[in-house]
């Protein structure tokens, strides 16, 4: 069965430092992941989605995140944090062994300090 | 504005009503999902619908009930509702059903509060 686990429910970066957000997976077969953010009183959003082509993969708002099969990752980051970065981001798994439901990890709350 | 919309934003009820959460999808998706997003048990997938069936059920208890509609729109009805259900509800919708990793664009979200 496929999983979703997200080290770390609180992260705090200061303005400018690297964003670095994890994210491992279980999957009976390559998957498909996404990574989601969520800011204060909306709903989700695509940041960016792994879907079997480059590993690398580049998103919106300056985030990208590399998918390694050999650690089962998918971890998020930005080189330099930006106050308006302040989210919840969450990662997500679509496993096609299981019909491509998607699992959504816990969460990460980021803050950005001054 | 991810095209999702929800509604109501906000519902305040007491303990053992009933309500609706309305959803429109986005223009041209076929599916609709129902997460519940609480700060004790996270965001929650509770059901899925393709096309007007039922997909996919998650966490969803049997006081809760969801349909889709033929104009593709959702509701979820909660029922006998308990102070635990006090939760934010996403709606999200996809263009297609389980066929290849499916983008889901989330709505605002309903607020409900029970008291």
């Known amino acids: 069965a496929q999983s979703v686990t997200q080290l770390g429910s609180h992260v705090s970066v200061s303005e400018g430092a690297l964003v670095l957000l994890r994210c491992n997976y279980s999957?009976?077969?390559?998957?498909?992941l996404f990574w989601y953010v969520q800011y204060p009183n909306q709903g989700l959003q695509l940041l960016l989605k792994?879907?079997?082509?480059?590993?690398l993969v580049k998103g919106i708002n300056g985030f990208e995140a590399e998918f390694k099969k050999s650690e089962t990752s998918f971890h998020l980051t930005k080189p330099s944090a930006h106050m308006s970065d302040a989210a919840e981001y969450f990662c997500?798994?679509?496993?096609?062994?299981?019909?491509?439901?998607?699992?959504f990890g816990a969460g990460t709350r980021l803050f950005v300090k001054a | 504005d991810s095209g999702v919309t929800q509604t109501p934003k906000h519902l305040i009820t007491a303990t053992g009503q009933r309500v609706t959460l309305r959803c429109s999808p986005r223009?041209?998706?076929?599916?609709v999902y129902w997460y519940q997003q609480s700060l004790d048990q996270g965001l929650q997938f509770l059901i899925q619908?393709?096309?007007?069936?039922?997909?996919a059920k998650g966490n969803i208890l049997e006081r809760f009930s969801a349909q889709q509609f033929p104009d593709l729109h959702s509701e979820l009805n909660l029922s006998s509702l308990e102070l635990g259900d006090s939760a934010l509800y996403f709606c999200?919708?996809?263009?297609?059903?389980?066929?290849?990793?499916?983008?889901?664009?989330f709505g605002p979200g309903t607020r409900l509060l029970v008291l």
């Open positions: 999200a919708s996809s263009v297609g059903g389980s066929v290849g990793p499916q983008t889901q664009y």
């Open positions: 999957s009976s077969v390559p998957p498909y």
């Open positions: 792994y879907t079997s082509a480059a590993t």
């Open positions: 997500a798994v679509s496993d096609p062994g299981g019909g491509f439901k998607t699992i």
């Open positions: 223009s041209g998706d076929l599916s």
């Open positions: 619908y393709y096309n007007g069936e039922e997909r």
